[in-house]
Every structure is written in structure tokens, then in C-alpha cells.
């Protein structure tokens, strides 16, 4: 038998409060359903508004800078590596460098009484990933970067030169203040070709530095400027 139909007349007042519960009663599985969908989209529409947009760390402030000069802390302080290095922007999140540095030859007093002299020397690139922000402002970095490593001894009227490679990859934080002032620290490991020492005709000079002769770990300090 069929159940009746019942038509509401245009000026028929509706009971929307007890619509729910008659819908419920009838049609159970309809309501758990229509109830389910309501409620996963209040939590969406929730999140949505609590969390931040995914790019955020990725876009590029008012003031963004493109470039940053630094010099090594800890390689001066120690006297084996005076670096400076120069990073451009390449993207929202990416910076490549170049650098040189001065990396020190230790000779005896007897050697530098006889006026022998030696030196060490490395030219490089980099390139720095930031994970937490856009490039050239404070995060977390990801740094890898190659050179090339020279030395040379003289004494005596002779001269030695050798070359070498090195590879190196580096994790930390950059700090950059508001008025420029970057402050960065980061662990990693580096590995070279270059040997421990340079010698000629008797003479020889310990070479200084990371990434002499295999691997080794490395820790960074430097201090700079962006703009």
C-alpha cells in the first residue's frame, strides 16, 4: 500500500526544528551520512583557516636581498682558513656562491730563518638550499660546495707546486637581522685529495686547513652582510 502524501500549503507554517528528527527517524542511514559530510566539511573549513598557506616560507619579503658577503670566524681565529665568499640569489629558496680563501702552510724557524716560505690557497663554488624560508633571511640551510686547493714551497731557489680537490656538505642556521647583519653556523663533513704536507729539495710545510688529505669533519662560523 502506498504510504499518502502530504502537501503543505503555501501559507502553512514549517517546523524546521522537527525536520531533523523526522528525518532521522525515517530515513536513519540518510541522516548518519548527511551528518558525516556536514561535519567534515566544518573540519576542513577549520584547518583551512588555521593553518597558514604552504608558500608562505617561500615568498620573498618587501625587502628582499640579493646578495651577502661573509668571511670564515673560526678559520681566522685558528689561522688556517681566510675565506670570503660572495652568495647571489638564484631563486625564492636558493643562493650560489663563490670564494676564495687563504688557507696557511706551517714551516720549521729553521726553514723561515733561510728566507723559505710556502703558502696554501683554495677557490670555490657553493650553493646554499634554505629549507624554513626564502633565501637570505633566517632558516634553516642545506650547503654543498667544491674547490679547487693549491700550494707551493720555495726555498733555496727551488719551487714546488701541487693541486688538489675538495668536496664538502654542510648543514645549519643563517641569522639575518632587519639591517643586514648575517650570522651563520653549520656542521658538515668535507673530503680532499690535497696532501698533508708540500716539500722541495729537503724542505717541507705542513699544509692547514679542512679537507686535507681524505675526510674529515668541519665546523662553520661566519659573519657577513646582505643586501
Known amino acids: 500500500m502506498t504510504p499518502p502524501i502530504h502537501t503543505l500549503a503555501s501559507d502553512q507554517p514549517i517546523n524546521l526544528k522537527a525536520l531533523p528528527v523526522g528525518l532521522m527517524k525515517q530515513k536513519p542511514l540518510y541522516s548518519f551520512a548527511l551528518c558525516s559530510i556536514l561535519g567534515a566539511l566544518c573540519i576542513t573549513s577549520a584547518r583551512a583557516e588555521a593553518e597558514p598557506p604552504k608558500n608562505v616560507a617561500a615568498a620573498l619579503p618587501n625587502n628582499a636581498k640579493t646578495i651577502s658577503i661573509r668571511i670564515t670566524l673560526i678559520g681566522i681565529i685558528l689561522g688556517e682558513n681566510h675565506q670570503l665568499s660572495i652568495d647571489i640569489a638564484a631563486g625564492n629558496r636558493v643562493t650560489v656562491g663563490m670564494f676564495g680563501s687563504y688557507r696557511g702552510a706551517k714551516l720549521s724557524q729553521e726553514l723561515l730563518d733561510v728566507g723559505s716560505s710556502a703558502w696554501s690557497n683554495e677557490i670555490g663554488m657553493s650553493l646554499d638550499y634554505y629549507l624554513t624560508g626564502s633565501r637570505l633571511t633566517s632558516s634553516w640551510i642545506v650547503s654543498p660546495q667544491v674547490g679547487l686547493t693549491f700550494a707551493k714551497i720555495e726555498h733555496q731557489d727551488d719551487t714546488n707546486s701541487i693541486a688538489g680537490f675538495r668536496a664538502?656538505?654542510?648543514?645549519?642556521?643563517?641569522?639575518?637581522?632587519?639591517?643586514?647583519?648575517?650570522?651563520?653556523?653549520?656542521?658538515?663533513?668535507?673530503?680532499?685529495?690535497?696532501?698533508?704536507?708540500?716539500?722541495?729539495?729537503?724542505?717541507?710545510?705542513?699544509?692547514?686547513?679542512?679537507?686535507?688529505?681524505?675526510?674529515?669533519?668541519?665546523?662553520q662560523s661566519d659573519v657577513g652582510w646582505a643586501f
Request: net charge positive; hydrophobic share 45%; no cysteine.
Open 168 to 219: 664538502q656538505l654542510t648543514a645549519g642556521r643563517i641569522s639575518v637581522m632587519p639591517f643586514g647583519l648575517t650570522i651563520r653556523s653549520a656542521l658538515g663533513v668535507t673530503y680532499g685529495t690535497l696532501p698533508t704536507s708540500v716539500a722541495v729539495n729537503g724542505a717541507e710545510a705542513t699544509l692547514k686547513g679542512p679537507g686535507i688529505a681524505g675526510w674529515g669533519f668541519v665546523a
